[in-house]
């Protein structure tokens, strides 16, 4: 079988975006060996996509358009492969109701165009978006198969995995069950990573693998097919044992849609415990990506955002001296943010974050030098230097993703 994968948004073809998408599709058909000879992009205009499709159909089984499923009067795939097919488009009424919702949280009126995203193809399989509000679409002919999904990746790379997936060995003729077992790591690179499982990689076959930067996590995925989905998982586990073994302090958890800060939450949820932090270098950061987390509320209270010196003093209670004798970026002003937090909030732990994010030096310390402090009950401050590099945004992502290990790495010890 020949497959196709179209992607659709004239950002691509300007260079303002990666077209990142069309490499999981790939992967994701090789895995089950259909062959994906033709990638093609094409902007947001009917008639060049109708061509396309023609085209497509002319030499490619399987057709996956991926983009153009929004609200927008652009966002024409749905219609365009409708039209093209002579078929008419129908509501899935799970998605209608969710776009419902969304009217109603937002406590806003909604558009008549969004109700767009919620059509798909008559006759066709809806498929869920968990993460959005298109909803994607698989849709048969006599010769040929057409997926529709929605183009930003965060919706893309869960309706691949969950919905799309799991079709395509059949789509493929192949009877095999294919399963899929992500885990995440923290605080290595590509490189790094790459060396210590290099012969694992080299020797792969059934299962395979494959990494993924997530974000600043990297992924490793583990892939097996076999003749059931118990055969599969039994394949991958001993390989996902090695992995994790091998990258152990690097470690965060499973799940391809899951981030550190979630499993940070879940630990704390688990062991009854709560956090809360100071932060001047990350600026709140650490607290709103805690936050992020549903759920969050059980475990975090509140904290504080004390960028400048006197507001350390005046809201933290931090002694002037302190920070005269050691300097703001500090192992000792690091732990006075973490253990007076702790003690003004009442948590379990507190967590303090110090640094200098650029774009000049502070204080004759480099730029990238980071200090966080993690205060425990009845226990001595822990307090890390690190030196991060990047951008001064990236810099303050790395720093909350490091006080998140930090945290993550003390929970797992109980």
Request: glycine share 8%; hydrophobic share 45%.
């Amino acid at each position: 079988m020949k497959a196709e994968i179209i992607a659709v948004g004239t950002e691509i073809l300007l260079g303002e975006i990666v077209n990142t998408n069309a490499q999981l599709a790939a992967q994701a058909l090789a895995q089950v060996g259909i062959v994906s000879q033709y990638q093609t992009v094409v902007g947001d205009n009917p008639t060049r996509l109708t061509d396309a499709i023609a085209i497509a159909e002319g030499r490619s089984d399987l057709l996956i358009l991926i983009g153009g499923l929004g609200p927008t009067p652009d966002d024409l795939t749905k219609q365009t492969l409708a039209e093209h097919l002579a078929v008419k488009l129908v509501e899935d009424q799970d998605a209608l109701a969710k776009l419902q919702q969304w009217q109603q949280q937002m406590d806003r009126k909604m558009p008549a165009n969004n109700l767009a995203q919620a059509l798909y193809l008559a006759g066709g399989q809806p498929l869920k978006n968990r993460v959005g509000l298109a909803v994607g679409c698989y849709y048969k002919t006599a010769d040929h198969s057409y997926f529709i999904l929605p183009g930003p990746p965060r919706e893309f790379g869960p309706m691949l995995a969950e919905a799309v997936t799991p079709l395509l060995p059949e789509i493929a003729g192949s009877p095999q069950k294919i399963v899929s077992k992500m885990a995440r790591f923290y605080g290595l690179g590509e490189s790094f990573l790459a060396t210590q499982l290099a012969d694992i990689i080299t020797q792969q076959q059934n299962p395979t693998i494959a990494t993924y930067l997530k974000g600043f996590e990297i992924g490793v995925r583990v892939t097996a097919q076999a003749a059931s989905t118990e055969l599969a998982e039994a394949a991958i586990e001993p390989v996902m044992q090695q992995i994790v073994a091998r990258l152990a302090p690097y470690f965060v958890g499973y799940g391809e849609d899951r981030r550190l800060p979630d499993e940070v939450v879940t630990l704390l949820k688990q062991a009854k415990l709560t956090v809360t932090a100071a932060e001047s270098l990350t600026a709140g950061l650490f607290q709103a990506d805690l936050a992020s987390v549903a759920g969050a509320s059980t475990v975090f209270a509140g904290g504080f955002v004390t960028y400048a010196n006197d507001i350390k003093a005046k809201v933290l209670g931090i002694p002037a001296n302190v920070i005269s004798e050691h300097g703001v970026v500090s192992r000792e002003v690091a732990q006075e943010m973490a253990e007076r937090s702790r003690q003004l909030i009442g948590s379990d732990f507190g967590l303090g974050f110090t640094g200098v994010a650029g774009p000049d030096q502070l204080e004759g310390q480099a730029v990238g030098t980071t200090y966080i402090a993690l205060a425990r009950p009845q226990q001595f401050t822990i307090v890390q230097e690190y030196h991060f590099a990047g951008a001064r945004n990236e810099i303050r992502q790395r720093a909350a993703l490091a006080g998140f290990k930090l945290l993550y790495d003390e929970l797992n010890k109980n």
